[in-house]
């Protein structure tokens, strides 16, 4: 069998010489030259050359049984055989139609007059035009449905309704929390307690700020109390700080006395009344000033002296960080249009004449 094809730059042939023994000869004819290339492996070769073919065994499985068949001088035989095989195959995909085509014929085939009809492939591009529908790219990607704000029921935080949660929100994620940590449920008493835990925290982080900005009592040397009095000791009298620091304070009303305490304990009043009498008159005469409500600034100083507010080092990390992010002062250009609208309103309003 041989397989001959002829171009314009030479001629090609491909010799299999029968079912000898002695195996493939292959065999090149270009304008350049002649070179003949001599596979000597038996039938064994063409045997696994057909079961590739068949896909019985891969291309991995063939090029190693090949290069057990062939000496190391051959083995480059092999892989020139093959690529003249794809490359026969390629030039006869990838002729012409109107022109002078390269055809794989026989030998009686060619001695014939009779010009064969030339087999037509028909074009991928033509398929693919026809197989192709555009697509909507936004077909796929959700409606979107704008809602109001008044119609949305979902649970806010407390930091979007500046509120306390109500007893039913509180226990709801109680709820929520105790099923990832694999509890079944959350009673009533626990419940309450996190209600007042929350509540006295509170409380600790207003006592904490307001302690900052106004002077105050203590009870038992560690109970605040009293607020913002307008009662100061005298730095210029020598008995002010003395009768300041030296107040008994009487027991909160309503408390009873217990069985075996010191009644002398229990001051009258009588004595409350002369205590009240001898601070005032130990007290300055400058009242205080007033102060602008509590701001961020205000938190964040009293955050940072009393660290004990927060026990949780996470927590307050986290808090710290919303409070640097809310911090705001106005800029000296706000402070003199601020200056400039006061001075307006006091003109509109005759105080200043």
């Avoid at 007893?167 to 009533?188: F, K, P």
Wanted: proline share 5%; aromatic share 8%; glycine share 6%.
């Amino acid at each position: 069998m041989n397989w001959s094809s002829r171009t314009a730059g030479g001629e090609t042939e491909l010799g299999v010489p029968g079912r000898q023994a002695a195996g493939l000869s292959w065999s090149s004819r270009t304008a350049g030259g002649e070179a003949e290339l001599v596979l000597q492996a038996g039938t064994g070769y063409w045997a696994n050359l057909k079961l590739w073919f068949k896909q019985k065994i891969s291309k991995e499985e063939f090029d190693v049984e090949a290069r057990r068949l062939l000496t190391h001088d051959n083995v480059h035989s092999h892989n020139d055989f093959l690529l003249a095989i794809l490359t026969r195959c390629q030039i006869m995909v990838s002729a012409p139609e109107s022109g002078t085509s390269l055809l794989w014929t026989s030998p009686s085939a060619a001695k014939s007059s009779k010009p064969k009809n030339k087999k037509k492939f028909p074009s991928l591009r033509a398929k693919f035009e026809h197989r192709f529908q555009a697509q909507n790219p936004l077909s796929g990607a959700q409606h979107f449905v704008a809602k109001d704000p008044q119609e949305d029921d979902d649970v806010k935080f407390c930091t979007h309704t500046m509120v306390l949660p109500t007893r039913g929100q509180l226990e709801g994620r109680m709820i929520v929390t105790a099923y990832e940590c694999g509890l079944d449920n959350v009673s009533e008493d626990a419940v309450t307690a996190v209600v007042h835990a929350v509540e006295n925290h509170l409380k600790d982080i207003l006592t904490a700020v307001i302690s900052r900005r106004r002077s105050y009592r203590l009870r038992d040397g560690h109970f605040k109390y009293a607020f913002g009095s307008s009662v100061n000791p005298q730095p210029y009298l020598k008995n002010s700080i003395i009768a300041y620091n030296n107040i008994i304070d009487c027991p909160p009303t309503g408390m009873t006395i217990m069985a075996g305490t010191n009644s002398g304990s229990h001051i009258s009043s009588d004595d409350v009344e002369q205590q009240a009498a001898l601070l005032l008159a130990c007290s300055g005469e400058d009242m205080l000033a007033s102060l602008p409500p509590v701001n961020m600034y205000d938190l964040f100083g009293a955050l940072q002296v009393h660290r004990e507010v927060i026990p949780a080092h996470t927590v307050y990390a986290l808090n710290i960080e919303r409070i640097l992010a809310r911090l705001w002062h106005p800029s000296h250009e706000e402070l003199e249009q601020d200056k400039i609208h006061r001075q307006r309103l006091a003109i509109k309003e005759g105080l200043v004449y």
